[in-house]
């Protein structure tokens, strides 16, 4: 198990299933790709690398979206699974993301036979409020939770089953192109998410903070925090200045009548 303890897999399955629970119920988003990559890595003692591998891997999944109930991959899962390899095995960083990237690329399957079954779910759903029997609805209900829970359990807990040994035996029939292709996909797909990231954003309107931020942390040498809360003093005086400008253009607009 990857030299890991039952309470640890206990817990890293727990935070994995109440991520499933809240994207299929109420969707509060707590746990992020980079909130349960450092949970993961507060369960293992190393929070470090569990940020790390969350943010790259949240940057990669930027921009991916099951819309219309379309099946995507699952990045969560390869954060997760990436996170614990990362730590527990001397690869690091790199055959994390070589063995959890492809598990969440084979959740796709998983999460196309779960909406197959929901739909079968549904089916009895009405037939049991046709009968009256509405009890019955609660039942297939929580049916379809449970499996939406349970595939993105599954993965987690079947590398966790095999553990070192299914790490070794991918790697060793893994083709060395492959593994070199994943080592750079995982350092072109967290600037293509980035880019995905500002192409959404007003850029072109406030490309002067943008330059600001490059300066400070390219050649003045500002961490990545002390850029953030930068960026978030400018992002409070901008709201301030609309504030006022507002204020100011009713103030004129009574004045005027």
């Not at 099946?71 to 690091?92: E, L, M, R």
């Not at 959740?107 to 009895?124: E, M, P």
């Not at 790490?167 to 750079?184: D, H, Q, R, S």
Request: charged share 10%; glycine share 14%; proline share 4%.
């Amino acid at each position: 198990m990857f030299g890991c303890n039952f309470l640890q897999v206990l817990i890293i399955l727990v935070i994995v299933g109440l991520q499933a629970w809240d994207l299929n119920g109420p969707q509060w988003m707590l746990i992020t790709n980079i909130g349960g990559a450092v949970l993961v890595g507060l369960v293992l003692g190393d929070v470090p690398t569990g940020l790390y591998v969350g943010a790259t891997l949240g940057l990669m999944s930027l921009g991916v979206v099951g819309l219309g109930g379309a099946s995507v991959p699952n990045y969560f899962i390869s954060t997760i699974i990436a996170t614990v390899v990362a730590i527990k095995s001397t690869g690091g960083y790199e055959m994390g993301l070589t063995i959890g990237l492809p598990v969440g690329m084979l959740f796709v399957y998983l999460d196309v036979l779960q909406k197959l079954a929901c739909g079968v779910f549904a089916r009895n759903a009405e037939a049991a409020i046709d009968r009256g029997e509405y009890e019955k609805v609660d039942l297939w209900a929580w049916v379809g939770e449970i499996t939406a829970i349970a595939k993105n359990v599954l993965p987690v807990f079947l590398v966790f089953v095999f553990g070192q040994g299914l790490v070794e035996a991918l790697v060793n029939i893994m083709p060395e192109f492959l593994y070199k292709g994943l080592t750079l996909a995982g350092k072109i797909l967290p600037v293509t998410g980035m880019a995905i990231l500002l192409n959404y954003m007003p850029v072109k309107r406030h490309f002067t903070y943008l330059l600001i931020g490059f300066v400070a942390y390219a050649y003045v040498g500002i961490p990545t925090l002390g850029v953030g809360i930068l960026g978030a003093a400018f992002a409070y005086k901008a709201w301030l200045d609309g504030q006022n400008k507002a204020t100011a253009q009713v103030a004129g607009g009574m004045e005027d009548e």
